[in-house]
Protein backbone atom coordinates (compact mmCIF):
# COMPACT_ATOMS: atom_id res chain seq x y z
CA UNK A 1 0.00 0.00 0.00
CA UNK A 2 1.19 3.23 -0.79
CA UNK A 3 1.98 5.84 1.47
CA UNK A 4 -1.29 9.29 1.14
CA UNK A 5 0.16 12.30 -0.10
CA UNK A 6 1.20 14.75 2.49
CA UNK A 7 -1.29 17.90 3.61
CA UNK A 8 -0.04 21.06 4.76
CA UNK A 9 -2.30 23.70 5.09
CA UNK A 10 -4.82 22.29 2.86
CA UNK A 11 -2.05 22.37 0.24
CA UNK A 12 -0.36 19.43 -1.43
CA UNK A 13 2.77 19.73 -3.67
CA UNK A 14 4.20 16.43 -5.47
CA UNK A 15 7.03 15.70 -7.11
CA UNK A 16 7.01 12.14 -7.19
CA UNK A 17 8.98 9.40 -8.86
CA UNK A 18 8.52 9.09 -13.27
CA UNK A 19 6.64 6.18 -13.86
CA UNK A 20 3.70 5.58 -16.34
CA UNK A 21 2.77 6.54 -19.87
CA UNK A 22 4.30 9.52 -20.66
CA UNK A 23 7.37 9.70 -21.77
CA UNK A 24 10.58 11.86 -19.53
CA UNK A 25 10.31 15.74 -21.25
CA UNK A 26 6.78 15.44 -22.12
CA UNK A 27 4.89 18.63 -22.41
CA UNK A 28 1.61 17.86 -23.03
CA UNK A 29 -0.83 17.62 -19.88
CA UNK A 30 -4.13 16.04 -20.01
CA UNK A 31 -6.59 16.27 -17.77
CA UNK A 32 -10.52 15.50 -16.92
CA UNK A 33 -12.91 17.16 -14.57
CA UNK A 34 -16.64 15.83 -14.22
CA UNK A 35 -18.11 19.03 -16.38
CA UNK A 36 -16.71 21.45 -18.91
CA UNK A 37 -16.45 24.99 -18.01
CA UNK A 38 -19.35 26.45 -18.51
CA UNK A 39 -18.17 29.82 -20.17
CA UNK A 40 -14.44 32.03 -21.48
CA UNK A 41 -16.34 35.15 -20.74
CA UNK A 42 -14.45 35.53 -17.37
CA UNK A 43 -17.32 37.65 -16.16
CA UNK A 44 -19.87 34.88 -16.94
CA UNK A 45 -20.13 32.41 -13.93
CA UNK A 46 -18.47 32.86 -10.44
CA UNK A 47 -18.70 28.86 -10.25
CA UNK A 48 -15.05 27.25 -9.02
CA UNK A 49 -14.17 25.18 -12.26
CA UNK A 50 -15.24 28.08 -14.67
CA UNK A 51 -12.89 30.72 -13.06
CA UNK A 52 -10.46 28.25 -12.34
CA UNK A 53 -9.93 27.40 -15.99
CA UNK A 54 -9.96 30.63 -17.21
CA UNK A 55 -7.68 31.79 -14.71
CA UNK A 56 -4.78 30.06 -16.97
CA UNK A 57 -5.65 32.69 -19.57
CA UNK A 58 -6.84 35.73 -17.51
CA UNK A 59 -5.21 37.24 -14.64
CA UNK A 60 -6.36 39.72 -11.95
CA UNK A 61 -4.20 41.90 -10.35
CA UNK A 62 -3.88 40.22 -7.39
CA UNK A 63 -3.91 36.13 -7.13
CA UNK A 64 -3.49 33.09 -5.09
CA UNK A 65 -0.20 30.96 -5.24
CA UNK A 66 -0.10 27.67 -4.86
CA UNK A 67 -0.33 28.01 -0.98
CA UNK A 68 -3.28 30.44 -1.12
CA UNK A 69 -0.78 33.03 -0.45
CA UNK A 70 -1.42 36.56 -2.25
CA UNK A 71 0.81 37.73 -4.64
CA UNK A 72 1.00 40.57 -7.17
CA UNK A 73 0.09 39.21 -10.38
CA UNK A 74 -0.88 42.29 -13.21
CA UNK A 75 0.10 44.60 -10.33
CA UNK A 76 3.45 44.78 -9.25
CA UNK A 77 2.87 46.58 -5.75
CA UNK A 78 -0.13 48.78 -3.84
CA UNK A 79 0.00 51.34 -0.57
CA UNK A 80 -3.15 52.33 1.10
CA UNK A 81 -3.21 56.22 0.98
CA UNK A 82 -6.47 56.68 3.09
CA UNK A 83 -9.05 54.50 4.61
CA UNK A 84 -11.10 54.44 1.70
CA UNK A 85 -8.59 54.45 -1.68
CA UNK A 86 -5.74 52.50 -2.49
CA UNK A 87 -2.79 53.12 -5.18
CA UNK A 88 -1.42 49.96 -7.14
CA UNK A 89 1.58 50.15 -9.65
CA UNK A 90 0.58 48.02 -12.64
CA UNK A 91 3.26 45.67 -14.49
CA UNK A 92 4.16 47.28 -17.38
CA UNK A 93 5.54 45.29 -20.52
CA UNK A 94 1.99 43.34 -20.48
CA UNK A 95 0.55 42.47 -23.77
CA UNK A 96 -2.61 40.32 -24.34
CA UNK A 97 -2.41 37.63 -26.58
CA UNK A 98 -3.71 39.29 -29.96
CA UNK A 99 -0.53 41.70 -28.88
CA UNK A 100 -2.30 44.60 -27.41
CA UNK A 101 -1.02 46.51 -24.35
CA UNK A 102 -1.90 46.15 -20.95
CA UNK A 103 -2.61 49.63 -19.53
CA UNK A 104 -4.60 51.01 -16.90
CA UNK A 105 -7.90 51.46 -18.71
CA UNK A 106 -8.45 47.53 -18.82
CA UNK A 107 -8.89 48.15 -15.15
CA UNK A 108 -11.32 50.89 -15.59
CA UNK A 109 -13.11 48.78 -17.99
CA UNK A 110 -13.23 45.56 -16.73
CA UNK A 111 -14.55 46.86 -12.85
CA UNK A 112 -17.49 48.49 -15.22
CA UNK A 113 -17.91 45.35 -17.50
CA UNK A 114 -18.42 43.19 -14.19
CA UNK A 115 -20.89 45.49 -13.17
CA UNK A 116 -23.12 44.66 -16.48
CA UNK A 117 -26.36 43.29 -16.62
CA UNK A 118 -25.00 39.86 -17.60
CA UNK A 119 -22.21 39.46 -15.03
CA UNK A 120 -22.05 37.28 -12.29
CA UNK A 121 -19.74 39.04 -10.31
CA UNK A 122 -22.00 42.48 -9.57
CA UNK A 123 -21.10 41.68 -6.02
CA UNK A 124 -17.42 41.66 -6.36
CA UNK A 125 -17.97 45.10 -8.26
CA UNK A 126 -20.12 46.73 -5.65
CA UNK A 127 -17.08 46.48 -2.95
CA UNK A 128 -15.56 49.07 -5.69
CA UNK A 129 -17.12 52.55 -5.60
CA UNK A 130 -14.48 53.94 -7.86
CA UNK A 131 -11.34 53.77 -9.94
CA UNK A 132 -9.36 56.56 -10.61
CA UNK A 133 -6.51 56.50 -13.85
CA UNK A 134 -3.36 58.41 -12.39
CA UNK A 135 -1.45 57.30 -15.67
CA UNK A 136 -1.06 54.20 -17.89
CA UNK A 137 0.39 52.12 -14.78
CA UNK A 138 -0.91 53.73 -11.82
CA UNK A 139 -4.94 53.40 -10.37
CA UNK A 140 -6.27 54.71 -7.61
CA UNK A 141 -8.76 52.61 -6.35
CA UNK A 142 -11.22 53.78 -3.95
CA UNK A 143 -13.92 51.69 -1.72
CA UNK A 144 -17.32 52.75 -0.41
CA UNK A 145 -16.12 52.06 3.08
CA UNK A 146 -12.64 51.08 4.65
CA UNK A 147 -12.14 47.85 3.38
CA UNK A 148 -10.03 45.06 4.74
CA UNK A 149 -10.59 42.28 1.83
CA UNK A 150 -9.72 44.43 -1.03
CA UNK A 151 -7.29 42.26 -1.91
CA UNK A 152 -9.43 39.24 -1.58
CA UNK A 153 -11.90 40.91 -3.38
CA UNK A 154 -9.10 41.73 -6.44
CA UNK A 155 -8.51 37.76 -6.50
CA UNK A 156 -11.29 37.17 -8.83
CA UNK A 157 -11.26 40.33 -11.06
CA UNK A 158 -9.98 39.44 -14.35
CA UNK A 159 -8.67 41.48 -16.29
CA UNK A 160 -9.94 41.92 -19.81
CA UNK A 161 -8.54 43.83 -23.10
CA UNK A 162 -10.79 46.72 -23.52
CA UNK A 163 -9.94 47.35 -27.65
CA UNK A 164 -10.79 43.93 -28.01
CA UNK A 165 -13.96 43.95 -26.07
CA UNK A 166 -15.06 46.89 -28.19
CA UNK A 167 -14.06 45.36 -31.29
CA UNK A 168 -15.98 42.53 -30.58
CA UNK A 169 -19.19 43.90 -29.34
CA UNK A 170 -18.16 42.15 -25.92
CA UNK A 171 -18.43 45.31 -24.09
CA UNK A 172 -20.95 43.79 -21.22
CA UNK A 173 -21.23 40.41 -19.60
CA UNK A 174 -22.97 37.38 -21.55
CA UNK A 175 -24.51 34.57 -19.13
CA UNK A 176 -23.39 30.99 -19.89
CA UNK A 177 -26.91 30.51 -21.78
CA UNK A 178 -26.20 33.12 -24.17
CA UNK A 179 -23.06 31.47 -25.72
CA UNK A 180 -22.97 31.73 -29.59
CA UNK A 181 -25.69 34.76 -29.67
CA UNK A 182 -24.75 38.55 -30.83
CA UNK A 183 -23.11 40.09 -27.75
CA UNK A 184 -22.17 36.98 -26.30
CA UNK A 185 -18.29 36.94 -28.65
CA UNK A 186 -16.43 36.46 -24.94
CA UNK A 187 -18.31 33.24 -24.34
CA UNK A 188 -16.98 31.43 -27.09
CA UNK A 189 -13.67 33.34 -27.60
CA UNK A 190 -10.95 34.42 -25.09
CA UNK A 191 -7.71 37.07 -24.84
CA UNK A 192 -6.05 37.62 -22.13
CA UNK A 193 -2.36 38.03 -20.44
CA UNK A 194 -2.38 34.61 -18.87
CA UNK A 195 0.43 32.15 -19.62
CA UNK A 196 -2.24 30.06 -21.91
CA UNK A 197 -4.16 30.83 -24.74
CA UNK A 198 -7.36 28.75 -26.34
CA UNK A 199 -6.16 26.93 -29.22
CA UNK A 200 -9.52 25.17 -29.95
CA UNK A 201 -13.09 24.67 -27.49
CA UNK A 202 -15.71 22.39 -28.38
CA UNK A 203 -18.18 22.50 -25.60
CA UNK A 204 -18.81 19.39 -23.36
CA UNK A 205 -16.47 17.74 -25.69
CA UNK A 206 -12.94 19.33 -25.38
CA UNK A 207 -10.66 22.16 -25.10
CA UNK A 208 -6.86 22.54 -25.86
CA UNK A 209 -4.91 25.57 -24.66
CA UNK A 210 -1.07 25.97 -25.46
CA UNK A 211 1.43 28.47 -23.90
CA UNK A 212 1.41 31.85 -24.42
CA UNK A 213 4.97 32.17 -25.73
CA UNK A 214 5.03 36.13 -24.90
CA UNK A 215 3.93 36.09 -21.01
CA UNK A 216 5.72 38.73 -19.27
CA UNK A 217 6.53 36.09 -16.32
CA UNK A 218 9.47 33.69 -17.76
CA UNK A 219 9.74 32.00 -14.28
CA UNK A 220 6.66 30.38 -13.37
CA UNK A 221 7.45 26.87 -12.52
CA UNK A 222 5.29 24.99 -15.59
CA UNK A 223 7.28 22.77 -18.45
CA UNK A 224 3.59 22.01 -20.21
CA UNK A 225 3.13 23.84 -23.25
CA UNK A 226 -0.02 22.19 -24.51
CA UNK A 227 -2.93 21.42 -22.08
CA UNK A 228 -5.88 18.89 -23.20
CA UNK A 229 -9.01 18.86 -21.10
CA UNK A 230 -11.91 17.23 -21.67
CA UNK A 231 -14.90 17.14 -19.59
CA UNK A 232 -16.29 13.44 -18.38
CA UNK A 233 -19.33 13.11 -16.60
CA UNK A 234 -19.03 9.37 -15.70
CA UNK A 235 -16.42 8.81 -12.17
CA UNK A 236 -16.29 5.28 -13.58
CA UNK A 237 -15.19 6.43 -17.16
CA UNK A 238 -12.69 9.60 -15.54
CA UNK A 239 -10.71 6.40 -13.39
CA UNK A 240 -10.34 4.01 -16.16
CA UNK A 241 -9.02 6.60 -18.25
CA UNK A 242 -5.92 7.51 -15.42
CA UNK A 243 -5.45 3.90 -15.04
CA UNK A 244 -5.38 2.72 -18.41
CA UNK A 245 -2.55 5.83 -18.66
CA UNK A 246 -5.14 7.87 -21.23
CA UNK A 247 -4.67 10.81 -18.56
CA UNK A 248 -2.22 12.28 -16.22
CA UNK A 249 -5.01 13.63 -13.67
CA UNK A 250 -8.56 13.46 -12.93
CA UNK A 251 -10.70 14.67 -10.23
CA UNK A 252 -12.87 14.22 -8.57
CA UNK A 253 -12.35 10.74 -8.10
CA UNK A 254 -15.30 8.75 -5.54
CA UNK A 255 -14.03 8.68 -2.47
CA UNK A 256 -14.44 4.72 -2.38
CA UNK A 257 -11.35 4.60 -5.25
CA UNK A 258 -8.72 6.03 -2.97
CA UNK A 259 -7.39 2.28 -1.99
CA UNK A 260 -8.11 1.54 -5.77
CA UNK A 261 -5.83 4.05 -7.04
CA UNK A 262 -3.36 3.80 -4.33
CA UNK A 263 -3.02 0.46 -4.93
CA UNK A 264 -2.63 0.38 -8.60
CA UNK A 265 0.91 1.07 -10.63
CA UNK A 266 1.78 4.36 -11.50
CA UNK A 267 -1.34 6.49 -10.24
CA UNK A 268 -2.33 7.53 -6.46
CA UNK A 269 -5.20 9.23 -5.18
CA UNK A 270 -4.58 13.18 -4.50
CA UNK A 271 -6.39 13.85 -1.52
CA UNK A 272 -7.00 16.73 0.95
CA UNK A 273 -9.40 19.33 2.78
CA UNK A 274 -11.25 21.25 0.66
CA UNK A 275 -12.68 24.65 2.10
CA UNK A 276 -16.34 24.33 0.26
CA UNK A 277 -19.46 23.41 2.41
CA UNK A 278 -22.06 21.35 0.81
CA UNK A 279 -25.38 23.14 1.91
CA UNK A 280 -28.99 22.84 1.31
CA UNK A 281 -31.20 26.11 0.75
CA UNK A 282 -34.82 26.81 0.53
CA UNK A 283 -37.09 29.05 -1.36
CA UNK A 284 -38.45 31.42 1.48
CA UNK A 285 -39.31 34.07 -0.53
CA UNK A 286 -42.93 33.00 -2.53
CA UNK A 287 -45.77 33.15 -1.28
CA UNK A 288 -46.61 29.71 -2.63
CA UNK A 289 -44.14 27.19 -4.02
CA UNK A 290 -43.28 26.58 -7.35
CA UNK A 291 -43.11 23.08 -6.97
CA UNK A 292 -44.73 21.38 -4.07
CA UNK A 293 -48.23 20.01 -3.14
CA UNK A 294 -48.95 22.76 -0.96
CA UNK A 295 -50.85 25.05 -2.52
CA UNK A 296 -51.63 28.67 -1.39
CA UNK A 297 -48.63 28.96 1.12
CA UNK A 298 -45.07 28.27 1.26
CA UNK A 299 -44.53 26.36 4.33
CA UNK A 300 -40.38 27.29 4.39
CA UNK A 301 -41.81 30.66 5.24
CA UNK A 302 -42.25 28.65 8.66
CA UNK A 303 -39.16 28.47 10.62
CA UNK A 304 -41.29 25.33 11.96
CA UNK A 305 -40.80 24.02 9.30
CA UNK A 306 -37.28 24.51 8.30
CA UNK A 307 -36.30 23.43 11.81
CA UNK A 308 -38.08 19.81 11.20
CA UNK A 309 -36.14 18.99 8.33
CA UNK A 310 -32.81 20.38 9.61
CA UNK A 311 -34.12 17.67 12.26
CA UNK A 312 -34.40 15.07 10.17
CA UNK A 313 -31.19 15.17 8.23
CA UNK A 314 -28.51 12.50 9.46
CA UNK A 315 -25.05 14.00 8.75
CA UNK A 316 -22.97 11.61 10.27
CA UNK A 317 -25.22 8.85 8.42
CA UNK A 318 -24.34 11.25 5.06
CA UNK A 319 -20.57 11.20 5.38
CA UNK A 320 -20.56 7.25 6.54
CA UNK A 321 -22.32 5.75 3.91
CA UNK A 322 -22.17 8.78 0.82
CA UNK A 323 -18.32 10.16 1.92
CA UNK A 324 -16.78 7.00 2.98
CA UNK A 325 -15.70 9.11 6.16
CA UNK A 326 -14.02 11.82 4.61
CA UNK A 327 -16.66 14.52 4.94
CA UNK A 328 -16.94 16.81 7.66
CA UNK A 329 -20.76 17.47 9.02
CA UNK A 330 -20.70 21.56 8.98
CA UNK A 331 -23.06 23.99 11.26
CA UNK A 332 -21.87 26.59 9.39
CA UNK A 333 -21.96 27.84 5.72
CA UNK A 334 -17.92 28.67 5.90
CA UNK A 335 -14.79 26.05 6.01
CA UNK A 336 -12.50 26.08 8.70
CA UNK A 337 -9.70 27.42 5.82
CA UNK A 338 -12.13 30.85 5.85
CA UNK A 339 -11.19 33.77 7.42
CA UNK A 340 -13.40 34.80 10.00
CA UNK A 341 -14.47 30.76 11.03
CA UNK A 342 -14.77 30.22 14.84
CA UNK A 343 -14.82 26.41 15.81
CA UNK A 344 -17.18 27.04 18.39
CA UNK A 345 -19.54 28.23 16.15
CA UNK A 346 -19.41 25.11 13.96
CA UNK A 347 -22.42 22.73 15.78
CA UNK A 348 -24.28 20.41 13.34
CA UNK A 349 -28.13 20.92 13.86
CA UNK A 350 -28.93 18.03 16.05
CA UNK A 351 -30.69 14.78 14.17
CA UNK A 352 -33.56 14.28 15.69
CA UNK A 353 -36.54 12.43 13.67
CA UNK A 354 -38.74 12.68 16.19
CA UNK A 355 -39.05 15.85 16.96
CA UNK A 356 -38.64 16.47 13.16
CA UNK A 357 -42.66 14.91 12.75
CA UNK A 358 -43.29 16.93 16.28
CA UNK A 359 -42.39 20.61 14.78
CA UNK A 360 -44.06 18.66 11.21
CA UNK A 361 -47.51 18.47 12.71
CA UNK A 362 -47.05 21.78 15.12
CA UNK A 363 -46.64 23.47 11.68
CA UNK A 364 -49.75 21.85 10.21
CA UNK A 365 -48.42 19.44 8.30
CA UNK A 366 -48.64 16.00 9.91
CA UNK A 367 -49.35 14.20 7.30
CA UNK A 368 -46.33 15.74 4.97
CA UNK A 369 -46.15 17.11 1.92
CA UNK A 370 -44.28 16.72 -1.55
CA UNK A 371 -41.61 19.08 -3.05
CA UNK A 372 -39.03 19.21 -5.98
CA UNK A 373 -35.73 19.23 -5.14
CA UNK A 374 -32.76 20.29 -7.30
CA UNK A 375 -29.55 18.72 -7.51
CA UNK A 376 -26.44 18.73 -9.81
CA UNK A 377 -25.10 15.46 -10.66
CA UNK A 378 -22.35 16.29 -12.04
CA UNK A 379 -20.34 19.20 -9.77
CA UNK A 380 -19.86 18.34 -6.46
CA UNK A 381 -18.19 15.01 -5.12
CA UNK A 382 -21.19 12.55 -4.61
CA UNK A 383 -23.85 15.20 -5.26
CA UNK A 384 -26.73 13.36 -6.73
CA UNK A 385 -25.82 10.83 -3.97
CA UNK A 386 -26.19 12.92 -1.08
CA UNK A 387 -29.64 14.30 -2.60
CA UNK A 388 -30.75 10.88 -3.26
CA UNK A 389 -29.69 9.80 0.93
CA UNK A 390 -31.63 13.75 2.09
CA UNK A 391 -34.57 12.70 0.17
CA UNK A 392 -34.82 8.89 2.04
CA UNK A 393 -34.46 10.83 5.48
CA UNK A 394 -37.24 12.90 4.64
CA UNK A 395 -38.75 10.08 3.34
CA UNK A 396 -39.10 8.71 7.19
CA UNK A 397 -40.97 11.84 8.79
CA UNK A 398 -43.28 12.50 5.78
CA UNK A 399 -42.21 14.53 3.41
CA UNK A 400 -41.97 13.55 -0.37
CA UNK A 401 -38.70 14.46 -2.39
CA UNK A 402 -39.45 14.36 -6.27
CA UNK A 403 -35.99 14.91 -7.35
CA UNK A 404 -34.64 16.93 -10.22
CA UNK A 405 -31.10 15.95 -10.98
CA UNK A 406 -29.22 17.29 -13.63
CA UNK A 407 -25.97 18.40 -15.47
CA UNK A 408 -24.26 21.13 -14.08
CA UNK A 409 -25.41 23.18 -17.02
CA UNK A 410 -28.82 22.64 -16.72
CA UNK A 411 -29.18 23.20 -12.99
CA UNK A 412 -27.47 26.15 -13.01
CA UNK A 413 -29.38 27.54 -15.66
CA UNK A 414 -32.74 26.46 -14.15
CA UNK A 415 -31.98 27.56 -10.42
CA UNK A 416 -29.74 31.07 -10.89
CA UNK A 417 -31.23 34.41 -11.52
CA UNK A 418 -31.17 34.45 -15.34
CA UNK A 419 -33.60 31.44 -14.95
CA UNK A 420 -35.29 33.07 -12.63
CA UNK A 421 -34.71 31.45 -9.55
CA UNK A 422 -36.40 28.71 -10.71
CA UNK A 423 -36.07 26.40 -7.51
CA UNK A 424 -38.07 25.50 -4.44
CA UNK A 425 -35.40 23.29 -2.52
CA UNK A 426 -31.93 22.72 -3.90
CA UNK A 427 -28.51 21.65 -3.38
CA UNK A 428 -25.27 23.90 -3.37
CA UNK A 429 -21.87 23.98 -2.89
CA UNK A 430 -19.66 26.83 -1.81
CA UNK A 431 -15.87 27.83 -1.87
CA UNK A 432 -15.58 31.82 -0.89
CA UNK A 433 -13.56 33.22 -3.47
CA UNK A 434 -11.37 35.59 -1.21
CA UNK A 435 -11.04 32.58 1.53
CA UNK A 436 -13.08 35.17 3.54
CA UNK A 437 -16.40 34.75 4.95
CA UNK A 438 -17.82 38.39 3.73
CA UNK A 439 -18.09 36.54 0.53
CA UNK A 440 -20.62 34.43 2.16
CA UNK A 441 -22.42 37.27 3.54
CA UNK A 442 -22.59 39.08 0.22
CA UNK A 443 -23.44 35.79 -2.10
CA UNK A 444 -25.47 34.05 0.23
CA UNK A 445 -26.96 35.49 3.42
CA UNK A 446 -27.49 39.28 1.53
CA UNK A 447 -30.78 39.91 0.94
CA UNK A 448 -31.32 40.58 -2.64
CA UNK A 449 -34.19 43.37 -3.34
CA UNK A 450 -34.69 44.20 -7.25
CA UNK A 451 -32.00 45.41 -8.95
CA UNK A 452 -29.22 44.40 -5.77
CA UNK A 453 -25.90 43.29 -6.74
CA UNK A 454 -25.60 41.76 -3.68
CA UNK A 455 -27.53 37.72 -3.15
CA UNK A 456 -26.46 36.90 -6.35
CA UNK A 457 -26.51 33.32 -5.08
CA UNK A 458 -29.15 33.10 -2.58
CA UNK A 459 -31.58 31.29 -4.82
CA UNK A 460 -34.12 30.71 -1.95
CA UNK A 461 -34.38 34.37 -1.08
CA UNK A 462 -33.68 34.18 2.38
CA UNK A 463 -33.60 37.77 4.07
CA UNK A 464 -32.52 39.27 7.64
CA UNK A 465 -32.13 42.99 7.81
CA UNK A 466 -29.63 42.82 10.90
CA UNK A 467 -27.36 39.71 8.42
CA UNK A 468 -27.10 42.86 6.20
CA UNK A 469 -26.09 45.37 8.53
CA UNK A 470 -23.64 42.68 10.12
CA UNK A 471 -22.34 42.69 6.49
CA UNK A 472 -21.61 46.26 6.15
CA UNK A 473 -19.72 46.01 9.50
CA UNK A 474 -17.66 43.14 8.19
CA UNK A 475 -17.02 44.68 5.17
CA UNK A 476 -15.43 48.01 6.81
CA UNK A 477 -14.19 46.92 10.19
CA UNK A 478 -10.80 46.46 10.70
CA UNK A 479 -10.71 46.01 14.10
CA UNK A 480 -10.18 42.07 14.01
CA UNK A 481 -12.23 41.48 17.24
CA UNK A 482 -15.34 43.83 16.61
CA UNK A 483 -15.22 42.37 12.83
CA UNK A 484 -15.01 38.72 14.32
CA UNK A 485 -17.71 39.52 16.75
CA UNK A 486 -20.37 40.94 13.67
CA UNK A 487 -19.12 37.61 11.53
CA UNK A 488 -20.39 35.26 15.05
CA UNK A 489 -23.40 37.11 15.16
CA UNK A 490 -24.72 37.05 11.63
CA UNK A 491 -23.94 32.71 12.34
CA UNK A 492 -25.85 32.99 15.26
CA UNK A 493 -29.11 34.47 13.83
CA UNK A 494 -28.87 32.47 10.51
CA UNK A 495 -28.59 29.32 12.47
CA UNK A 496 -31.53 30.33 14.71
CA UNK A 497 -33.34 31.51 11.97
CA UNK A 498 -32.19 27.98 9.66
CA UNK A 499 -31.60 29.96 6.68
CA UNK A 500 -29.91 27.00 5.20
CA UNK A 501 -29.07 23.51 6.14
CA UNK A 502 -25.52 23.05 5.67
CA UNK A 503 -24.47 19.74 5.16
CA UNK A 504 -20.71 18.97 4.96
CA UNK A 505 -16.88 20.26 3.70
CA UNK A 506 -16.48 17.82 0.86
CA UNK A 507 -12.71 16.67 0.40
CA UNK A 508 -10.57 17.36 -2.13
CA UNK A 509 -10.41 14.47 -4.42
CA UNK A 510 -8.41 13.89 -7.36
CA UNK A 511 -6.40 10.82 -8.97
CA UNK A 512 -2.86 11.27 -10.27
CA UNK A 513 -0.35 10.12 -12.58
CA UNK A 514 3.02 9.48 -11.13
CA UNK A 515 5.88 11.98 -11.63
CA UNK A 516 3.01 14.80 -12.20
CA UNK A 517 3.77 17.50 -9.91
CA UNK A 518 0.50 19.74 -9.13
CA UNK A 519 0.00 22.32 -6.35
CA UNK A 520 -3.68 20.87 -4.68
CA UNK A 521 -4.99 24.50 -3.26
CA UNK A 522 -8.03 23.79 -0.45
CA UNK A 523 -10.19 26.40 -3.47
CA UNK A 524 -10.44 23.52 -5.92
CA UNK A 525 -8.79 25.31 -8.54
CA UNK A 526 -5.74 23.48 -10.35
CA UNK A 527 -3.41 26.35 -11.71
CA UNK A 528 -1.46 25.13 -14.70
CA UNK A 529 1.47 27.23 -13.86
CA UNK A 530 2.49 24.68 -11.13
CA UNK A 531 1.51 21.74 -12.62
CA UNK A 532 4.95 20.07 -14.11
CA UNK A 533 5.65 17.18 -16.24
CA UNK A 534 8.06 14.22 -16.08
Not at 333 to 352: L, R, V
Not at 524 to 532: A, G, K, P, T
Request: glycine letters at 8%.
Amino acid sequence: MKLKSLVIAGVSALALGVTGAASVGAQTFKFAFQADAQSLDPHALFETFTIGMLANVYEPLVAYDGEMKKVPRLATGWEIVSPTKWRFKLRQGVKFQNGNAFTADDVLFTWERMGSEGSDLKAVAAQIKNIIIIDDFTIEIETPVPNPILLNDLTGMFIMDKEWSVANNATEASSPKDAGRDGAFATLNANGTGPFMVESRQPDVKTVMVRYDDHWNKDIATNVTRVEFTPIKQAATRVAALLSGQLDLVYPVPVQDWNRLNSAPGVRALTGPEARTIFLGMDQIRDELLYSSVKGKNPFKDVRVRKAFAAAIDLEAIKKAIMRGAATPSGLMWAPQIEGFEASANTPYKYDPEMSKKLLTEAGYGDGFTVTMDCPNNRYVNDEKICQAVAGMLAKVGVKIDLLAQPKSKYFAKVMAQGGYDTSFYLLGWTPGTMDAYNVFSFLLACRPEGSKTGAFNFGGYCNERIDELAQIIVSETDVAKRQAAINEGAKILKDEVGYLPLHQQPLSWGIRDGVSVAQRADNVLDWRNVVMP
